[in-house]
């Protein structure tokens, strides 16, 4: 009764928000822009004549994201914990509906993407990505030590995360599936899973992951152009080869902004799932690493509000909120740079991409949020020795 006494206590100290962390959500937001600019106006003015036309969609969307940011930064991350079934509700709403016609919209063969009317198409799985971590961060604070139980804790994980992974990868969606369970995963550890649990969990992912792999013939393909890109330069090893010539020619300094070649028509989705590129030939390899630099610092920063979080929920969103935007950034630039098969992500807050956008800094505002309540570190350390030395005497 003490304990959660001091908690509500906590959560009604409100605290100046972690500036540092909107100030990188920032950087990269302008970075994004600038570089989505630079990237997509040889193919907005081939397909739509306007230079502008993906740029101009791409601030529109930031600006529903801002707004987005500024709502869940204000708000009292406790009401996302009451709320969180019917967060996951609507979300699973909106991973089903994808496949209902008309709403549903399929392009390059997969579908999606959710159209209403004249709005602009919205994807539901980048949404269901920060639904599924307020759910399942609600969930395990909730559980205490039943989580380590197999019946009351094991199994209701997979079964709530699998139900999640397996609409998304229907659509199909491979990368969305690994970010969406990498992030489950690690919320489960850090809440007290047993490690027995989760070795099983990573021999089935591997086996899942395999069965995938060889059941289906364009991921097969994207093993291929990952294990010899240069056997089909024109087929399936083009995409991954022109993202390294891009890379490659970028040298320490890059050729400048906007002077990139290999935007003309060189390397697919060159404004999208492919932008890391463009940033490595027009900016260097200088610029890449100050890519890498945000995402660490933002990183940095998430993992500082987990620890200082006044309570569990608020540690296990924080922490679900941080592995997931670092776990697309590494996947989006490791697959860029041939460290791991290609997947088709986007680069949070830098690609092209209104929903991925959007929930991104909505996320970042949820993260904000939390930080308005976080202990500052000495005064939570000093706490926490205090209550465990008076746990030792008492």
């Known amino acids: 009764m003490v304990g959660n006494r001091n908690e509500k206590e906590q959560a009604k100290a409100s605290r100046r928000p972690d500036y540092w962390l909107i100030g990188l959500m920032l950087a990269l937001l302008v970075l994004g ?48 914990r009451r709320t969180s079934a019917l967060v996951m509700l609507t979300a699973m709403i909106g991973l089903v509906i994808v496949f209902v016609p008309p709403f549903g919209t399929t392009i390059y063969g997969a579908t999606r993407w959710l159209r209403l009317g004249s709005l602009p198409p919205v994807q539901p799985s980048e949404f269901a990505k920060l ?46 599936t690994v970010v969406i369970s990498l992030t489950a995963v690690t919320i489960f550890f850090v809440a007290g899973a047993e490690l027995h649990h989760l070795i099983l ?8 992951g395999f069965q995938f792999l060889v059941g289906s013939g364009y991921r097969q393909v994207r093993w291929q ?24 020619s970028g040298g320490w300094a890059g050729l400048g902004l906007g002077a990139s070649r290999q935007k003309f028509f060189y390397v697919p989705g060159s404004h999208t799932d492919a932008i890391f590129a463009i940033i490595g030939e027009e900016l260097g390899f200088l610029g890449c690493l ?19 979080a006044p309570d569990r929920f608020g540690r296990f969103l924080a922490i679900g909120i941080t592995c997931w935007i670092v776990y697309q950034a590494l996947i989006n630039i490791g697959g860029i740079t041939k460290s791991i098969p ?35 570190s000495r005064s939570l350390l000093r706490k926490r020795t205090t209550r465990r030395v008076a746990q030792g005497t008492g």
């Open 201 to 208: 969990l990573a021999a089935a992912g591997s086996v899942a």
């Open 225 to 248: 152009s990952f294990v010899d890109p240069w056997k089909e330069p024109q087929g399936y090893g083009f995409h991954i080869i022109q993202s390294l010539i891009a890379l490659g």
């Open 131 to 176: 639904a599924s971590i307020i759910y399942i961060s609600a969930w395990l604070a909730g559980k205490g030590e039943k989580l380590k139980h197999f019946s009351a804790g094991f199994v209701p994980f997979v079964l709530i995360v699998g139900t999640v992974a397996g609409l998304v990868l229907l659509q199909p969606d491979l990368g969305t």
């Open 290 to 308: 100050t890519v890498i630099l945000l995402f660490a610092g933002f990183a940095y920063r998430g993992f500082k509000i987990a620890l200082t």
């Open 342 to 376: 290609f997947t088709g992500i986007p680069l949070p807050f830098i690609s092209s991409g209104g929903s991925s956008l959007a929930a991104t800094m909505a996320a970042t505002g949820v993260l904000v949020g939390i930080s308005r309540y976080c202990e500052p």
């Open 33 to 80: 822009l600038e570089m989505v600019y630079s990237a997509s106006f040889v193919m907005a003015l081939e397909e739509y004549g306007d230079v502008t036309y993906f740029v101009t969609r791409q601030a529109m969307w930031a600006g529903v994201g801002l707004v987005l940011f500024l709502i869940f930064a204000r708000l009292d991350y406790q009401l996302l």
